[in-house]
Each structure stands twice: as C-alpha cells, then as structure tokens.
C-alpha cells in the first residue's frame, strides 16, 4: 500500500547532504579503482565456451587458487632478475608486488596483468653496478622509469601512430633481438667453470617445457632452475651459511638511488622495448578477453612507467609486464583482476622474508648461466618473431642493413665514452639500427630510390604455425 505521507521511509528522499547517499557513491569508487568485481556464475564453476572476465571474480577460495597459480607462473623470473645484477631479491618483490597493484589501479582493472622483473634491465645494471655500485644503478633504473611514465603520457593523448612511425617491425623486432644477443657473453664464465650444472639448468629447462602439460609445462624455468639448484647441491656449490645468518621476518632491504650522467644512456634502449612489451600485452589480452583495450596503451604504460620509477626509488629492478601469466588465464580461463590482486598481496607478503631472500640468494652461477642460456636466447628470438610476425621483408636493402647493423654493433658489444657519457653494446646497437633505417629511408625517397623487393613476382613468404611455446 503506498501514501502520501513525507515521512514514509518508501518515499522519503534523502537530501543531497544526507549520510545515506554515501554508500551509493561506493560502487563508482570501486569501479575507478578496479575493485568492484562482480561474482561470475555461482562463484565455483566456468560453463563451457565461458570466461571469467577481468571484472568478475569466482568465489574467494577459487580466486586465490588461480592468484597462487599466477605466483608461480611469475616467480622464476622475477627473482632471477635481482640474483643475476646483485640486487637484493626482497626488495624486488616488493616493488614487484607495489607495481602489480599500482598497475590494476591506474588500469581501473580493465587489463590484467602482473609486473614482474624486466631482462631488459640485466646489461645497463650490470654495467651501472661495475662503475658505481647499486646507488648508480638505481638512478638508471629510476629515470627509465620517469621516461616511461612520460611516453605513456603521450600515448594516452597522442595515441601510437608515433611510435609505430619510429619503431616499425624491422627497427623493433632489431631492437629487441639485439638485447638477448648482447647478453650471450654473460654466459660463457659459467660454461667454462661449472659446465655439468650450466647444461643441466638449460636441458631441465627445455625438457620441463615440452614434457609437462598445463602449470607445470608453463613454471619450466622454475622447474629447471630447481633440478639445477639440485645438481649444484650435490657437487657442493650452494653455501647455506647466509640463509642461517638471516632473519624469519624483516623490512626488505631498501636503497637511495645515484643519478651519475655518464650511465644513464645505457638505460635509454630499455624504455623501447617496455615499451613494445606493455602495447604487444594489452593488445594480447584484449583479443583474448574480446575487448578493445587500444585505450589503455597509455595508462598501461604509465602505470609501469611509475613502477619501475618506485622501485628505482626504493632497491628494485624494473618492472615488465609479463607473458608468463598469460598463459595461465589461458588455461585456466580467469581473467579476472582479483587473482592478480592475489598474487600482488603474495609477493609483498615474501618481501618480508629475509631468509626466503637469502635462500634465493644462495643459487650458484651454474644454474643462473643454464637459465640464462634459455632466457638470453628467447629475448632474441622473440625479436626475430616481431619479424615474421609482421612479414618484414629482407630483400629490402633498408630493412637489411639497418637490422644487420644494429645487431653486429650490439654483439661486438663496445664501449664509448662520448663527452664524459658512456654508452655500451645496446646502446649504440640502438641508436645504429634507428639511425640507418631513418637516414636511408629519407635519402632513398629523397632520391626516388626506395628498394623493391628483389623478385616481385615470387611467392610471398609465410611463416609456420606457431607451436605450443608461442
């Protein structure tokens, strides 16, 4: 029965001041903030031809499952990262943990994904560390991330035409593969020294990747990294000593950074490629989920950008958005933003174990030399794939000698100090291929002298399937 009477709580309206609006505003705050999950389902099961999508979430106890999954699938690598350059793994995980978080946030949750260690950090800290200690790596590491940050910004109001414009295929995919192959030296010392554990982390690694099916097909670098570990143990290369010294629970191990000019540019390569890293993510996890994301290539990039500036800030690496957690959504069709939340909570719950950090610590440079025989090598070819994928064509000279280049000057690995600033094999890999690919197309265009490809009339070239490893 209704009436007329104002008093009825029916039909009383609160006024614009009344407390009782408050709670109204809550469900736009959590949407803002990429929280406001909605339960998929009966919270316990996926029908058929479903997925869970970033804005909906299973029951808490499923959630986390997938969370713990998504820890896993990221661990590997993001502790191997900081045991490679010297930095303290803890703190990595924090910042790790912090960026994750920061990243759903500033996405509003509408891309999924974990930030984890980048590779592409290895060469410019290692050489930082030579020179100046963790101080001046940090301060690389820092303004990498405030570039970041600013070419997000562009992004978000420019869109990525410009980037496409000074990164096409061949100069990206260039730019890519000739980190991985610069890295390849790091390797050899432990080929040399501690051979049967350096190949035993690498056949673990590849046999782990094809013999396995579902998760454990997805951690081969963790499973390689332990039955290396394992090999190391036997022959007596771990020391446990610091793992006794060190504490159950404690803050990590913080660090101020150092800005020192003359390494800085070492740093500036590793902007473009997070960059190509965070738009090939989003643009995956947009077909993957059927949504169009292209508007969150901006803030994708911020929100690292500022991630990888915190954790310079702090005693972390920078951060990546990273391929490994894709393909647990895959498998597991779960979208959803909670587990990464989940899995956020997680690493900054580790980085508050110094013994774990100590543990991780004690890996022998055999197995990190096996991991990164797998790792360096990847990160090259995945530069190759940028190629075929886009079907860039060799028989342009352009394309040729710009990648040819890029790739000899990266390898040769030299260093320049050019006005008290030093620039190394990555570098000046970099700004080779950039340079010669921009300065011969001007001239050829200029002159009416841009290739064409060497038979016309031949059949194009088309790659093969890709396999299970991508």
């Given at each position: 029965?209704?009436?007329?009477?104002?008093?009825?709580?029916?039909?009383?309206?609160?006024?614009?001041?009344?407390?009782?609006?408050r709670p109204?505003?809550?469900?736009a705050?959590t949407r803002?903030?990429?929280i406001?999950?909605?339960?998929?389902?009966?919270?316990?099961r996926i029908a058929?031809?479903?997925?869970v999508?970033p804005?909906?979430?299973l029951?808490?106890?499923?959630?986390?499952g997938?969370?713990?999954?998504?820890?896993?699938a990221?661990?590997?690598?993001?502790?191997?990262?900081?045991?490679?350059?010297?930095?303290?793994?803890?703190?990595s995980?924090?910042?790790?943990?912090?960026?994750?978080?920061l990243?759903?946030v500033?996405t509003?949750?509408?891309v999924p994904?974990y930030l984890?260690?980048?590779?592409?950090?290895?060469?410019?800290?290692?050489?930082?560390?030579?020179?100046h200690?963790?101080?001046?790596?940090?301060?690389g590491v820092?303004?990498t991330?405030?570039?970041?940050?600013?070419v997000g910004?562009?992004?978000?109001r420019?869109?990525?035409?410009?980037?496409?414009?000074?990164?096409?295929p061949?100069?990206?995919?260039?730019?890519?593969?000739?980190?991985?192959l610069n890295l390849?030296?790091?390797t050899?010392?432990a080929?040399v020294?501690?051979?049967?554990?350096?190949f035993?982390?690498?056949l673990?690694?590849?046999?782990?990747?094809?013999?396995?099916?579902g998760?454990?097909?997805?951690?081969?670098i963790?499973?390689?990294?332990?039955?290396?570990y394992?090999v190391?143990?036997?022959?007596?290369?771990?020391?446990?000593?610091?793992v006794?010294?060190?504490a159950?629970?404690?803050?990590?191990?913080f660090?101020?950074?150092?800005?020192?000019?003359?390494?800085?540019?070492?740093?500036?390569?590793?902007?473009?490629?997070?960059?190509?890293?965070?738009?090939?993510?989003v643009?995956?996890?947009?077909?993957?989920?059927?949504?169009?994301?292209?508007?969150?290539?901006?803030?994708a990039?911020?929100?690292?950008?500022?991630?990888?500036?915190?954790?310079g800030?702090?005693?972390?690496v920078?951060?990546?958005?990273?391929?490994e957690n894709?393909g647990?959504?895959?498998s597991?069709?779960?979208y959803s933003?909670?587990?990464?939340?989940v899995?956020?909570?997680t690493?900054?719950?580790?980085?508050?174990?110094?013994k774990f950090g100590?543990?991780?610590?004690?890996i022998p440079?055999g197995?990190l030399?096996g991991a990164?025989?797998?790792l360096?090598?990847?990160?090259?070819?995945?530069?190759?794939?940028i190629?075929?994928q886009?079907?860039?064509?060799?028989s342009?000279?352009?394309?040729?000698m710009?990648?040819?280049t890029?790739?000899?000057?990266a390898?040769?690995?030299?260093?320049?100090?050019l006005g008290?600033?030093q620039?190394?094999g990555i570098?000046l890999g970099?700004?080779?291929?950039?340079?010669?690919?921009?300065?011969?197309?001007?001239i050829a265009?200029w002159?009416g002298?841009?290739?064409?490809?060497a038979?016309p009339?031949?059949?194009?070239?088309?790659?093969?399937?890709p396999?299970?490893?991508g």
């Amino acid at each position: 029965m209704t009436t007329n009477d104002p008093h009825t709580p029916a039909d009383r309206t609160p006024g614009p001041d009344s407390p009782r609006r408050r709670p109204a505003s809550r469900p736009a705050l959590t949407r803002r903030l990429g929280i406001g999950w909605t339960v998929h389902g009966d919270g316990r099961r996926i029908a058929p031809g479903e997925v869970v999508a970033p804005d909906e979430r299973l029951g808490w106890p499923q959630t986390i499952g997938v969370g713990v999954q998504h820890v896993m699938a990221m661990f590997g690598a993001t502790v191997l990262v900081p045991t490679i350059t010297g930095f303290p793994v803890t703190a990595s995980l924090f910042f790790s943990g912090v960026g994750t978080l920061l990243f759903l946030v500033i996405t509003a949750g509408r891309v999924p994904s974990y930030l984890g260690s980048s590779f592409a950090f290895i060469a410019p800290i290692s050489a930082a560390m030579n020179q100046h200690g963790i101080g001046g790596a940090l301060g690389g590491v820092l303004v990498t991330g405030v570039a970041l940050f600013l070419v997000g910004l562009v992004v978000q109001r420019a869109g990525v035409g410009w980037i496409h414009a000074l990164m096409p295929p061949v100069v990206m995919g260039t730019i890519v593969a000739l980190i991985g192959l610069n890295l390849a030296g790091s390797t050899t010392q432990a080929m040399v020294d501690v051979p049967l554990t350096t190949f035993s982390t690498t056949l673990a690694i590849v046999v782990a990747a094809v013999l396995f099916k579902g998760l454990l097909g997805r951690l081969s670098i963790l499973l390689g990294i332990i039955v290396g570990y394992l090999v190391a143990l036997v022959q007596g290369q771990v020391d446990f000593a610091p793992v006794g010294q060190a504490a159950w629970v404690g803050l990590p191990p913080f660090h101020a950074p150092e800005f020192h000019w003359n390494v800085l540019f070492l740093f500036l390569p590793v902007v473009l490629v997070l960059v190509a890293e965070n738009i090939g993510h989003v643009k995956t996890v947009g077909l993957m989920t059927g949504r169009d994301l292209e508007g969150s290539y901006g803030r994708a990039l911020m929100a690292d950008g500022l991630s990888t500036t915190l954790s310079g800030a702090g005693g972390g690496v920078g951060t990546t958005t990273y391929a490994e957690n894709i393909g647990v959504m895959a498998s597991s069709r779960v979208y959803s933003t909670a587990a990464y939340w989940v899995a956020g909570c997680t690493a900054l719950a580790l980085a508050f174990l110094p013994k774990f950090g100590a543990l991780i610590n004690t890996i022998p440079a055999g197995v990190l030399g096996g991991a990164g025989i797998i790792l360096y090598g990847m990160i090259g070819v995945m530069g190759v794939r940028i190629w075929v994928q886009n079907s860039v064509d060799f028989s342009n000279t352009i394309n040729l000698m710009a990648a040819g280049t890029g790739l000899i000057v990266a390898i040769a690995n030299p260093t320049l100090d050019l006005g008290g600033m030093q620039f190394g094999g990555i570098a000046l890999g970099t700004a080779m291929v950039l340079v010669v690919f921009h300065l011969m197309t001007f001239i050829a265009r200029w002159r009416g002298t841009e290739p064409v490809p060497a038979d016309p009339d031949g059949e194009p070239y088309e790659s093969a399937e890709p396999g299970r490893l991508g």
